[in-house]
């Protein structure tokens, strides 16, 4: 936490007073790249971002402001605003083939400052790259490609943070490279990085549960189990369908030594997912998809609440119903929107009954929202959801409304 605060004093001083000295004039926009064909994994660079004159660094960022009122099988903690999180980014080009990208995120603004993203990249192919540094793993496409204006609705998806770790990074190395030919366009990730470690079958949910391990600062500087997290992922696209991305991670999670001494044996986590985007251009609607395994050796001296595998994803469908110009606004857009939703955080059958085990989520949410432009949306959601505890008993229904603003700036 000390060298997070030590990284925004030095940040501060340096770049403020040089703006101060900048004529205004001279402030520029950087926009999103938008002149070649893009993939999910290009997401961390394609951002708007602010240059002042001539100075090699770029900034940007984006906020999320919401409010909600939601209520549990009839009992509701009444209005509640929320700031969600502000995620500064600050990239520069440092010479030709080389370049580095910083994301420093307050989440919630009063509790957590962390750097989420800080990765230098060094170009020698098209198809063969090196990225170094706090990495983002390409495990789906929602931890990469996150940010909330990009999205319609007010709530990050429940697969992606209470099964998935959403924004999951780990210090670490890798390659990564894409190639496009006409309609069709290939990227490719490889890393190895730090992983996760017990806290994922040893946490306060009382179940397998990997966003635990974010918890752990200690991981960006040594890795419990002494070994290497794997993470890839390929994606395909042909720019008249869509795209669809296969991902793996997997390693190691456990402290099976200490100093030589064997504790337990190697156990492994290993999530698998597959991602799809996809749009019909006659009608402007969007589908957004993403579904995801996760298998955890849990020992067996553990009871049957900690599954050793769960399932869960996503779908959302974006319909824009207005184009036009709005309150001055020359490219407004109105959307109507759903995201379904699912997760059952314990597959399988108990042992002495052969019953199912539930431990399970599903929720649907409808939606409007309002772009002024394409990096600013207002949205309303409204939450239908159900979940069941362990034993399968009457679900726990939550519903309620909510509505925020997210934005770059």
């Known amino acids: 936490m000390k060298w997070t605060y030590f990284v925004i004093a030095v940040f501060a001083i340096t770049y403020f007073p040089a703006k101060a000295q900048i004529d205004p004039s001279l402030l520029r926009r950087v926009p999103k790249d938008t002149s070649k064909p893009s993939l999910n994994m290009d997401a961390i660079y394609n951002r708007p971002?602010?240059?002042?004159?001539?100075?090699?660094?770029?900034?940007?960022?984006?906020?999320?402001?919401?409010?909600?009122?939601?209520?549990?099988?009839?009992?509701?903690?009444?209005?509640?605003?929320?700031f969600r999180r502000l995620s500064l980014f600050v990239a520069s080009s440092i010479s030709k083939r080389i370049k580095f990208l910083s994301e420093i995120e307050f989440e919630p603004a009063e509790k957590e400052i962390a750097v989420e993203?800080?990765?230098?990249?060094?170009?020698?192919?098209?198809?063969?790259?090196?990225?170094?540094?706090?990495?983002?793993?390409?495990?789906?496409?929602?931890?990469?490609?996150?940010?909330?204006?990009?999205?319609?609705?007010t709530d990050r998806p429940i697969s992606a943070t209470q099964m998935l770790p959403a924004t999951w990074s780990n210090a670490g190395f890798g390659l990564y490279g894409k190639y496009y030919t006409k309609n069709w366009m290939f990227g490719y990730e490889l890393y190895l990085t730090g992983g996760f470690n017990n806290s994922i079958i040893e946490n306060k949910e009382n179940r397998t549960f990997l966003?635990?391990?974010?918890?752990?600062?200690?991981?960006?500087?040594?890795?419990?189990?002494g070994e290497p997290l794997l993470t890839?992922?390929?994606?395909?696209?042909?720019?008249?369908?869509?795209?669809?991305?296969?991902?793996?991670?997997?390693?190691?999670?456990?402290?099976?030594?200490?100093?030589?001494?064997?504790?337990?044996?190697?156990?492994?986590?290993?999530?698998?997912?597959?991602?799809?985007?996809?749009?019909?251009?006659k009608t402007g609607?969007?589908?957004?998809?993403?579904?995801?395994?996760?298998?955890?050796?849990?020992?067996?001296?553990?009871?049957?609440?900690f599954g050793n595998k769960q399932q869960g994803g996503f779908m959302d469908i974006v319909q824009p119903v207005l184009k036009k110009k709005i309150l001055g606004w020359e490219n407004a857009v109105l959307n109507v929107a759903c995201r379904l939703e699912y997760v059952d955080w314990n597959v399988g059958k108990f042992k002495q009954t052969g019953g199912n085990i539930a431990d399970d989520l599903w929720s649907m949410m409808p939606a409007i929202s309002f772009r002024p432009t394409a990096q600013t949306v207002f949205r309303l959601n409204y939450r239908i959801q159900k979940q069941r505890d362990l034993l399968g008993n009457i679900p726990v229904n939550t519903a309620g409304f909510s509505f925020g603003i997210s934005t770059y700036f």
């Open 49 to 82: 971002a602010l240059q002042a004159g001539k100075l090699p660094v770029s900034l940007g960022g984006y906020a999320e402001a919401n409010w909600q009122h939601l209520g549990t099988d009839g009992i509701s903690e009444g209005h509640q605003f929320q």
């Open 117 to 153: 993203y800080a990765a230098v990249d060094v170009e020698f192919h098209p198809l063969l790259n090196l990225r170094g540094g706090m990495i983002v793993n390409p495990i789906g496409a929602f931890n990469q490609n996150h940010d909330g204006p990009k999205w319609e609705f």
């Open 211 to 225: 966003p635990a391990a974010k918890a752990d600062a200690e991981r960006f500087e040594e890795s419990a189990s």
């Open 232 to 281: 890839t992922k390929i994606a395909i696209k042909n720019t008249k369908i869509g795209e669809i991305g296969l991902s793996y991670m997997g390693g190691i999670y456990n402290k099976w030594q200490e100093d030589g001494l064997i504790l337990d044996k190697k156990r492994r986590c290993d999530v698998l997912a597959v991602d799809f985007n996809s749009s019909i251009k």
């Open 285 to 305: 609607t969007t589908f957004i998809g993403e579904w995801a395994w996760v298998f955890v050796d849990v020992p067996e001296t553990y009871t049957q609440q």
